[in-house]
């Protein structure tokens, strides 16, 4: 069983907007700081938005800074992406992840595709 399901990901024009989710299955999202990840074709996997355990403290790649932004709602074991103003560059598959103390990222969803076309 995946313990995290990422939706929300689909095919948008430029300058839209886009939600993605990304739901537990068997694990409580509170007890754990979280991230968004994104990886497009023949790139290394990068680290987009994270938060922390109660959504206090967010940080931002600067690629998507003022565009992007990560929550959450633990009450619904579950975490969001709002992306606004969509750029063709920020097409790549979105996957979550849940951080542990240590700063390793253990828990990952299977991903969902974001296109933004031009």
């Known amino acids: 069983q995946v313990p995290l399901v990422e939706s929300g990901g689909g095919l948008v024009q430029a300058g839209g907007s886009l939600r993605l989710s990304c739901a537990a299955s068997g694990l409580t999202l509170s007890s754990y700081a979280m991230g968004w990840f994104r990886q497009a074709p023949g790139t290394e996997r990068q680290l987009v938005a994270s938060?922390?355990?109660?959504?206090?403290?967010?940080t931002y790649a600067d690629s998507v800074k003022g565009r992007f932004t990560v929550s959450r709602d633990n009450a619904k074991n579950t975490m969001y992406l709002q992306m606004n103003s969509l750029k063709p560059e920020d097409t790549a598959v979105y996957y979550c992840a849940t951080r542990g103390v240590l700063g390793s990222y253990l828990h990952w969803g299977q991903g969902t595709q974001v296109t933004v076309s031009s």
């Open positions: 938060i922390n355990w109660n959504g206090a403290i967010t």
